[in-house]
C-alpha cells in the first residue's frame, strides 16, 4: 500500500511547474508578524517552501534564508524564483541542531502524517536556536485525509494540534482560526500555530 505521503509527493512531481507557477500572493500580514518578532538578518529556514515565494519576501527584506522541499522538483521550481540552492529534505529527515533563529513553515506540516507529526515537531524544535521562532500552519479538520488531488492532509482540530505540540515539547503554542482557501479552491478554516523553542 502506499504511504499518504507517497501520493502527496507524486502530486507535487507531477504538477510541479504549474504549482510553482500559479498565481499566489505570499500572506502579507503573517509573514510581516513574523518577520518583525526576528532580529534583522536572522536565519531562516524556510520548510516545504514549493515554489519559493516566501522565500524570496524573506530574501528581500534581508534575511538569511536556506530553503528546502520534499519534492525535488518543486525545489528546482523554487531554485529558479530565488536564485540559489534549495536543499531536497523530507521532514523525517531533518537532523539540524541550533542552526535557525526562524522557520516558517506555510501550509507544508500539514501533510506529515498524524501519527509521525509529534516526532517532526521535535525535530524541528531542534533545529531552532534557543528561544527559536516557528510560524506554521495546518487546514482544520478532525480526522485525516486526502484533498481531490489525492493529497494527505492531518486535518487537525485546534485542541489535537495543541496537544501534539506540546507533547513535543512546544508550552503554550499559539493557534488562531482563520477562513481562506488553497491550491485547491475551496474554502478552508486555517490553524496558525505560532511557537517558540525555550530551551
Known sequence: MTKPDDDTLAFYRDNAATYAA???????????AFMARLAPGASVLDLGCGGGHDSLVLLDHGFDVSACDGSAELAREA?????????????????????????????SLLHVPRTELAD??????????????????FKAGETEGHDRFGRYFNYPSAEWLRA????????????????????????TRWLHVSARRTA
Open 22 to 32: 500559479r498565481e499566489r500572493k505570499p500572506p502579507a500580514t503573517r509573514l510581516a
Open 79 to 107: 531554485e529558479v524564483r530565488i536564485g540559489r540552492k534549495v536543499e531536497v529534505i523530507t521532514f523525517q529527515e531533518i537532523v539540524w541542531e541550533g542552526r535557525f533563529d526562524g522557520i516558517w513553515a506555510e501550509a
Open 120 to 137: 517532526v515537531l521535535t525535530r524541528i524544535r531542534r533545529t531552532l536556536k534557543p528561544g527559536g521562532l516557528l510560524q506554521a500552519s
Open 164 to 187: 501534539c505540540f506540546e507533547d513535543a515539547g512546544w508550552p503554550e503554542p499559539d493557534i488562531s482560526e482563520a477562513d481562506g482557501s488553497g491550491y485547491d479552491g475551496e474554502p
